[in-house]
């Protein structure tokens, strides 16, 4: 098919639904998943990142999921380079790469390189570590006000990482990041940039009702297995979304009620976070997914638009621009 896409690019915020259009697309396209997210990299963090399970696996090639142990550090850069591997095995065998995830550095790493920003120094990283954050978001805001004004502050490792660059170079953190190029006119026509969202209320309902299953399902007792692997001592793996919490309330810093309730507030404000990354940095096309047979229904729009027999047909109105990458 000479419509047929190189590479697909499904991009969203956390609970959309995102894997399961990836799957059926998969089967229905020929293709094969490369997951785009910072914590299905490590064996065993499972409930708590979604990871498709044995059989959806079995359904389609899944790649860059469970690629370290909890206890090895892992960064974009890494990611950059392996999904850069599996996407060129992937054209190779004459498929269709499908990048699927929310994490949006990572796509950022993919698509475009992370730029000419010096390797960690263990030392230097030792000091920032031990210092207070309100002591680290100080001086970052006073050394580079463009970082400090979109850095997610909560989050140390990322604080630290560009304090990091800063006094390694002598130079803020923001200008040693690659710009974000523009696809030329025949890479636009052979790859397809698609974002999923829903409204608000739906999101939050599956948010509430996934964090509710993943602790249903045994997040803590998976948290306490991780901790004797080393998750503990992973500054990355540590900090994923769930297991940070539960590692907390392991600590006896709050009660199982209030910890599952406070993830429920964490993911809600990634997912608001991711939409504002999205929206700002890729040029996608947005869909609006309403219910559960989403999965099916984009699959037989998008199928159609790439010509696969026996797919109903789709036309650009049925993939509206109601989002766009600031310039």
Wanted: with cysteine; hydrophobic share 40%; aromatic share 4%.
């Amino acid at each position: 098919m000479n419509n047929e896409p190189r590479m697909l690019v499904l991009a969203g915020p956390t609970a959309v639904g995102k894997s399961a259009v990836a799957l059926v697309l998969a089967e229905r396209l020929g293709g094969e998943i490369v997951a785009v997210d910072s914590m299905q990299v490590y064996r065993g963090l499972d409930i708590g990142t979604g990871k498709p399970t044995a059989e959806e696996r079995a359904r389609a090639p899944h790649h860059l999921i469970d690629v370290v142990e909890v206890s090895q550090p892992f960064d974009a850069g890494q990611f950059a380079r392996l999904a850069g591997e599996a996407v060129a095995a992937i054209r190779g065998r004459g498929r269709i790469a499908i990048l699927c995830g929310g994490t949006g550095l990572y796509f950022k790493a993919l698509l475009e390189g992370l730029g000419a920003a010096p390797p960690a120094d263990a030392a230097l990283r030792a000091a920032l570590a031990a210092a207070p954050l309100p002591e680290l978001l100080r001086e970052l805001a006073e050394r580079d006000p463009a970082t400090y004004e979109r850095i997610d502050r909560q989050n140390a490792r990322r604080v630290i990482r560009a304090l990091e660059v800063i006094r390694l170079t002598g130079r803020p953190f923001s200008e040693q990041r690659a710009p974000w190029e523009r696809e030329g006119a025949s890479a636009e026509r052979r790859c397809i940039f698609l974002g999923l969202e829903r409204a608000p209320g739906e999101l939050r309902r599956r948010i509430d009702g996934r964090v509710e299953e993943m602790f249903r399902r045994g997040l803590v007792a998976e948290t306490e297995r991780l901790l004797q692997q080393g998750l503990g001592q992973n500054p990355t793996a540590r900090q994923a979304l769930g297991y940070r919490q539960v590692i907390e309330y392991l600590g006896g810093q709050r009660s199982l009620p209030e910890t599952i309730e406070l993830v429920k507030i964490r993911t809600r404000q990634l997912a608001k976070r991711q939409m504002t990354w999205f929206r700002r940095q890729m040029r996608l096309r947005w869909m609006r997914l309403e219910g559960e047979p989403a999965a099916e229904a984009i699959a037989e729009r998008l199928a159609g638009e790439w010509g696969v027999p026996g797919a109903g047909g789709a036309s650009e109105k049925a993939l509206p621009e109601t989002g766009a990458r600031a310039s």
